[in-house]
């Protein structure tokens, strides 16, 4: 009898202990001190700053320019229902530039554009071309 108790015992002591201990996932170097933070002055979110990309449209238009192909990019718009606005070329093309000056290019030499069906959308514009960091 006094076997069982002094188990019992032990188990609670066992069990009340690793309650104690404090364990955590969280990766504390991910928070900031907040005392470092003048009152009344809102942190910004540092933003990437994008160059202009020119969206050529012809090869002739490249001759005698030195560049540099930095691969291949595409731009979708997408009418999801039929409420959402028509599929947009220009959308697609502007998408395409942006990923294009996320790869550092100043141009994109446009393969081709269309407008499909299906895909999970009702009417898709899709762009692709050719991202293109031109020296002069």
């Known amino acids: 009898m006094h076997m069982r108790l ?73 009418r999801q229902t039929l409420q959402d606005p028509p599929a947009s070329l220009p959308a697609a093309k502007k998408r395409m530039a942006i990923k294009a000056a996320y790869k550092n290019a100043n141009a994109v030499l446009l393969h081709e554009c269309q407008i499909v069906t299906g895909m999970g959308c009702y009417q898709s514009a899709i762009c692709e071309g050719s991202a293109l960091l031109i020296t002069q």
Do not use: H, W, Y
Request: with cysteine; hydrophobic share 35%; net charge positive.
């Open 6 to 78: 002094l188990l019992i015992g032990i188990i609670a002591l066992f069990m009340t202990g690793c309650s104690m201990q404090k364990s955590s996932d969280v990766d504390q170097s991910k928070f900031t001190d907040m005392r470092l933070n003048k009152p009344g002055q809102p942190q910004k979110p540092k933003q990437q700053t994008l160059s202009p990309v020119r969206i050529v449209e012809k090869t002739e238009d490249l001759l005698g320019a030195p560049f540099k192909d930095l691969g291949v990019v595409a731009g979708e718009s997408c």
